[in-house]
């Protein structure tokens, strides 16, 4: 009877190794495949905000060269300190892929700033900028952002006034993720996410995914670039799924060739 029991056991356990070697290797032959899937889903989800009536908008980025950041005399220093750690980190994620973007600080308000930030309200905003920009009086945060009206730089950022009506790390980052190009997304758990008002303890908010967008946004290299349309002949900001195929496709060549 023991030897019965002891042949029967030396079957399940092989029969349950087997099964655990199968699982192995089933999830290393498709995690990468997985992962660059979901890194490409991301990027286009994150930085082409989709509207049903008109697909996904074009991406955009921030000009190059030297930004620089208005900082309001409304702003505590922490929060200045925040924004100087995310475009610390943007910057950093930047030059890493090639981009030659820089940003600097400024409470002069007549040097010519990028970026405007206050903490306040709307109205506080148009106050300070002479702006006339609407918003729910409820909306703690929001980032008004402009492309350039040359056809040669219209997927490109120049200007955003931001404002920031609420203490939460949180919000502040959410918005200035707008002033770099990414725009809200459905999913839980990142930077971009809608609504999601959770607290920082530490970083700039960013997770590991939320970064590789930032990369692959702000790629210079042999495999083109990101903006997608030809504004000289463009007449929307709208992608079609052509465009978004194209996109994609693009966007997984990069990580392939270069992020691996």
């Not at 620089?68 to 980190?89: A, G, P, Q, T, W």
């Not at 997770?207 to 670039?225: A, C, R, T």
């Amino acid at each position: 009877m023991k030897k019965k029991l002891y042949f029967v056991y030396i079957i399940f356990a092989v029969l349950f190794l087997s099964c655990e070697e199968e699982n192995k290797f089933d999830d290393n032959s498709t995690s990468n495949v997985d992962e660059n899937q979901l890194i490409v889903n991301h990027f286009v989800d994150i930085v082409t905000e989709y509207y049903p009536n008109f697909g996904y908008v074009a991406p955009k980025k921030l000009n190059g060269g030297e930004v620089i950041v208005y900082f309001h005399e409304s702003l505590s220093n922490d929060e200045k300190e925040h924004i100087r750690n995310f475009y610390d980190r943007i910057q950093f994620l930047a030059n890493s892929v090639g981009s030659d973007i820089s940003f600097s600080y400024t409470e002069d308000s007549s040097n010519g700033f990028q970026i405007g930030i206050v903490h306040g309200d709307v109205n506080f905003l148009n106050d300070v900028f002479g702006e006339d920009f609407t918003s729910k009086e409820t909306t703690l945060g929001k980032a008004f952002s402009f492309a350039g009206s040359d056809p040669q730089d219209c997927m490109l950022i120049n200007k955003s006034f931001v404002f920031i009506n609420d203490e939460r790390p949180r919000v502040l980052f959410h918005e200035l993720g707008h002033t770099i190009g990414l725009e809200h997304t459905n999913k839980r758990g990142y930077l971009m996410t809608a609504g999601e008002l959770d607290d920082v303890v530490s970083g700039v908010g960013m997770n590991e995914l939320d970064e590789m967008v930032v990369k692959l946004l702000y790629y210079v290299g042999d495999l083109g670039d990101v903006m997608v349309l030809d504004c000289a002949v463009a007449t929307s900001y709208a992608l079609n799924n052509e465009e978004i195929e194209d996109l994609k496709n693009l966007i997984s060549s990069i990580i392939d060739n270069d992020y691996q």
